[in-house]
């Protein structure tokens, strides 16, 4: 980028609660000269723009300043640009020669060294704009996170969730206004949550004291709602197996369920998504509770509708399960459509699914695998082993 340094109009600047205190001759340099200096109220105030200032659209959109381009254009953003940002919301209309970033230290980066927390052992999120459920599956013993938030209001919400879901004794840290004159720390657990509403900026830090989810396959079939139509755990964690998941893949989960399947999918690899198929409503909902109950709202997506016919126009998977509903007619309609590569696989417990899927393994290969699952349960005064329905399950690469 630096042979096009000279050829950039448009300038991103990270900006510090200490205003102009914080920035490089660079920086200053860039706003002196700027026709127009796009922010919100609060980083306009901190950089003086005057009436060259223009807050951002609300709701928030980048054609203002794509509009410009050409012209001599500031955006100012806090600490790092390309952390939660403005800057990686520009860059999918920008070239390279088009712009030029001049970044403070995060407000992540702040919140660590404030608190001597290593920051590559931290996981850092943009909870401001997102459900705090994203929370469910990371928080574990020992586990810390810093995190963005909305406004003052939201660390008291996000305590009390806290307390709800499992970790009363999280220790937390709310900081206000990091890095300039008005910055405020306050320290407290979940459980003892006695800090008044502050402002913004906010972040707060979550030290978990409390075990959470296990983070392999096969979560307890309690952590799901269910009408009882559910692929239970054991099954769940084989199906998981076969399915494979990878880091932006998507599934189509025909005959969802309960939406445990795809769920559990996005939760084993960074930005998986999912779809779930499902013709009846009362399933519909149990899936979407369950996406939102994991924060996952993002990346599942519950469609009513019935396989083959409900697949038309939808985006094309990396991996399909098919977990009720198999027939001739589906898999034939999948082995048309789908991409060379994808994966599919299908579970079954009745005889006649049992039949279709040895005939799809005879024709098309792949593997074929009978698991029979029994658990121990009370006889009387004693115990003896109740067997679960046998499953069939075939797995094939298309």
């Known amino acids: 980028m630096s042979d096009g340094l000279s050829k950039h109009w448009l300038t991103i600047i990270g900006l510090g609660e200490n205003g ?13 000269e700027a026709e127009v200096i796009f922010g919100g109220p609060r980083h306009l105030e901190l950089a003086g723009a005057g009436a060259k200032g223009q807050s951002w659209p609300v709701p928030f959109s980048t054609e203002p300043v794509l509009a410009m381009r050409g012209r001599r254009v500031v955006v100012l953003a806090s600490g790092d640009p390309f952390w939660h940002g403005a800057g990686g919301s520009l860059m999918r209309d920008l070239a390279a020669e088009e712009w030029v970033s001049y970044p403070t230290p995060s407000c992540f980066a702040l919140a660590a060294n404030r608190l001597g927390w290593k920051l590559e052992e931290v996981l850092c ?6 459900p705090y459920a994203q929370l469910r599956p990371l928080l574990g013993k020992g586990m810390r996170v810093i995190c963005t938030l909305r406004d003052g209001a939201a660390p008291g919400e996000l305590a009390a969730w806290l307390v709800e879901n499992g970790q009363p004794d999280a220790r937390l840290c709310v900081m206000e206004r990091l890095g300039g004159p008005k910055e ?3 320290h407290t657990t979940a459980e003892g949550w006695d800090v008044p509403p502050g402002g913004a900026p906010v972040l707060m830090a979550i030290e978990a004291m409390r075990p959470g989810l296990p983070q392999a396959s096969g979560l307890a079939d ?3 709602a269910s009408d009882g139509q559910i692929t239970k755990r054991p099954v769940r964690a084989l199906t998981l197996s076969a399915l ?13 369920g309960s939406g445990s399947v795809s769920v ?15 013709p009846r409503a009362g399933r519909l909902e149990n899936i979407r509770a369950n996406a939102a109950a994991f924060g996952l709202d993002h990346r599942m997506r519950a469609v009513p509708g019935k396989a083959p016919e409900v697949l038309d126009g939808q985006p094309l998977p990396d991996c399909v ?4 509903g198999g027939s001739q007619a589906l898999l034939d309609h999948l082995w048309d459509i789908l991409p060379a590569g994808t994966r599919l696989v299908a579970n079954g417990v009745t005889l006649e699914t049992e039949t279709l899927l040895m005939q799809a393994h005879a024709a098309r290969g792949g593997h074929l695998l009978k698991a029979e699952i029994a658990e121990a349960g009370p006889l009387g005064s004693m115990r003896d082993w109740r067997r679960a329905r046998p499953v069939i399950q075939w797995s094939v690469t298309r």
């Open 264 to 278: 559990e999918w996005c939760l084993v690899a960074p930005g998986a998504r999912a779809i779930a198929f499902e």
């Open 244 to 256: 494979a998941p990878r880091a932006g893949e998507l599934l189509w989960d025909i005959g969802g």
């Open 125 to 130: 999120l943009g909870l401001h704009a997102a």
């Open 222 to 224: 309690a952590h799901f």
């Open 20 to 32: 102009l205190e914080g920035l490089s001759d660079a920086s200053r340099k860039a706003l002196a």
């Open 321 to 324: 399960f098919i977990g009720g």
């Open 184 to 186: 405020q720390l306050f």
